[in-house]
Structures are given as C-alpha cells and as structure tokens.
Nanobody
Framework: QVQLVESGGGLVQAGGSLRLSCAAS????????LGWFRQAPGKEREFVAS???????DYADSVKGRFIISRDNAKNTVYLQMNSLKPEDTAVYFC????????????WGQGTQVTVSS
C-alpha cells in the first residue's frame, strides 16, 4: 500500500522559511517522479514543483528562485525548502507521486497547512 506522509507545515511571517518533508512508502522510489502541489481556499490545486529520480527539477513560475525541491532516495523522502515566503503562498501543500512515463499523479498525501502572515 502506497503512503505519502507530509510534515513541516505551520505558521510563518512573510519573508520567512519553512521546509516540508514527504516520506514515501510502498512504492519503488527510483521509478517515480515526486511533486508538490498546493491548494489555497477557493482556488484550484496548482503545481508547485517536481523532481525525478536523478534530480531533474521543474518549478512553477510563482516559486522559482524561492523554493527548492530535493529528494533523498535512501530515505524515500522528498523535501520542499520554501524561502522568502509571501502571504499568497498560504495553502494546503500536497505531496504526490507518479510513475515515469505517466502524466497523471497517481498517489497523494493528506496535505499539510502552510500559513504565511503579513
């Protein structure tokens, strides 16, 4: 059974930093692309960042230069370092996984709340 468990969310002031973690189990880590998504109240879920097995990375324009995605394959964990946070980054952040060659993310975590105060 595949599980993705996020942690690290919380309340931070604008300009501050947070690091999210997502621990994955039940899947072959090396064959997956891991991603972070977020959903703000009243808005659709949106892509934030993704990373492949060999650390190929992709970012949404809104977070480029501020967020860094990384993964530790030995620990089956993916991270999202969020710097220079803005109030508009406030959202529930979700970790997700998809298989190489597939476009759709198949597995999702339960989400972790990030709130940035102004």
């Amino acid at each position: 059974q595949v599980q993705l468990v996020e942690s690290g969310g919380g309340l931070v002031q604008a300009g501050g930093s947070l690091r999210l973690s997502c621990a994955a189990s039940g899947l072959t880590f090396s064959s997956t692309v891991l991603g972070w998504f977020r959903q703000a109240p009243g808005k659709e879920r949106e892509f934030v960042a993704s990373i492949t097995w060999n650390s190929g990375k992709d970012y949404a324009d809104s977070v480029k230069g501020r967020f860094i995605i990384s993964r530790d394959n030995a620990k089956n964990t993916v991270y999202l370092q969020m710097n220079s946070l803005k109030p508009e980054d406030t959202a529930v952040y979700f970790c997700a996984a998809r298989f190489l060659g597939e476009a759709k993310y198949r597995y999702w975590g339960q989400g972790t709340q990030v709130t940035v105060s102004s």
